[in-house]
């Protein structure tokens, strides 16, 4: 009950923090995390069970029994009871092996980790720059529509006498109307955002708060990037792992074409004669011609994951490439709409400049109109590379 009460304590506290600890947050309260750690702990078990030798098997019976007098053993000379103890003892280091193979299913489970976190962390960044961006969009439009509510009322005055003021007055009232379902979408986005917090990190938030840093990641050099990937990629440490499995399980086939031995030795007695020891060694047959072929079998596996380490490894590279081009273009986008701002607002300064000797009224108000639109796009065009930043940091490893 006292951890239930600092769970909800802490969880209550986290509703106004930042990004950086609603990651911190979701890393220690992720549902499948929990789970991979269960299953590392269970092959963690397995690799002690697969180094130890099978069980002795302890054998006690009686031989020749008699169905007339079958708890008779003075009947004939043959019958006698004994006990005996068998032990299987490898002749390999296939345990050694087994062992390792388990070793390394850990380690796939923890590169699977790591893999979660990145993604936990991604989602957790996608989210708060779509709340952020719909945030900033929101103040756009409120303060767009409220300003507008000046241009109605003098397009209203205007309508009698200025020819076109109907029209403009229909076109802003839509406009306005346009912005008004535009502001719910963005509001949906938010909801949504917290939704995905509370799906991908076990918590509720109600605000969104701190900045989401990124490195310039298209002004670093294309080689050093790709070496970053091959170093530090979790998916590719994954793909890896599943790798050294594969070959470990090439090395434990090879080992167990050479077959175990069971050497068994029992205590015999025998009615009116001495008793006896007796030892044994058995060998099965023909376990080289069925373990051949699971040797193949596990060479064509490790051969498969080999490919799929190289598919996997031209598929990451090429999708940073790819993001680091729309990183680029999305800059220079950005450029020309923060030019074509200031270019609006020269036009803003010159219309209101006019407006003392005479100029249209209305063409300035309509201004502002290219103005919000040009605003909205710059919002749309950073969204878009704060998302493909995000992408290279989760292609990387990021986490924090």
Do not use: C
Not at 167 to 176: D, F, N, S
Not at 181 to 195: C, N, T, V
Not at 287 to 307: E, G, M, P, Y
């Amino acid at each position: 009950m006292k951890k239930l009460y600092i769970l909800v304590g802490l969880s209550l506290s986290l509703l106004g923090e930042n990004l950086h600890e609603v990651i911190e947050y979701s890393l220690q309260n992720n549902y499948q995390l929990q789970i991979l750690q269960e299953e590392s702990e269970i092959i963690g078990q397995q690799a002690k069970i697969e180094s130890t030798w099978s069980d002795p098997i302890l054998k006690v019976g009686v031989n020749d029994l008699q169905s007339d007098q079958p708890l008779s053993r003075n009947v004939e000379a043959m019958q006698n009871q004994f006990v005996s103890l068998s032990q299987t003892i490898p002749l390999s280091n296939r345990l050694e092996l087994s062992a390792k193979v388990e070793q390394e299913k850990i380690m796939l489970i923890e590169e699977r980790k790591n893999l979660l976190q990145v993604n936990i962390a991604f989602g957790i960044r996608k989210a708060f720059i779509e709340a952020k961006n719909a945030r900033e969009n929101l103040a756009i439009v409120d303060e767009y529509i409220s300003f507008l509510k000046q241009p109605m009322e003098l397009l209203i005055n205007l309508s009698a006498v200025e020819r076109g003021s109907v029209e403009r007055y229909i076109k802003t009232e839509l406009l306005q109307n346009s912005y008004r379902l535009q502001r719910e979408s963005w509001l949906e986005q938010i909801a949504i955002s917290k939704e995905r917090v509370e799906l991908i990190g076990n918590l509720k938030i109600d605000s969104f708060e701190g900045e989401i840093n990124h490195l310039n990641y298209h002004l670093r050099p294309l080689d050093e990037l790709l070496f970053e990937l091959e170093d530090q990629s979790p998916e590719l440490k994954v793909v890896l792992a599943q790798k050294e499995i594969a070959n470990k399980g090439v090395a434990l086939a090879k080992a167990k074409e050479r077959a175990d031995i069971t050497v068994t030795g029992g205590y015999y007695q025998r009615f009116d004669r001495d008793d006896y020891v007796s030892f044994s060694v058995a060998y099965p047959l023909f376990v080289r011609d069925r373990q051949s072929t699971k040797k193949l079998q596990a060479i064509r596996r490790a051969n498969i994951q080999s490919i799929s380490y190289a598919q996997v490894k031209v598929q990451l590279e090429q999708g940073l490439k790819i993001t680091l081009h729309q990183l680029k273009r999305a800059y220079q986008e950005l450029q020309i709409l923060e030019h074509n701002s200031q270019k609006i607002e020269r036009l803003i300064a010159n219309a209101k400049d006019e407006l003392i000797v005479g100029g249209s009224l209305v063409h300035y108000y309509e201004l502002f109109g290219k103005r919000v639109e040009n605003q909205l796009a710059i919002s749309k065009k950073r969204l878009s590379i704060a998302l493909s930043q995000n992408q290279v940091a989760q292609l990387l490893g990021e986490i924090r």
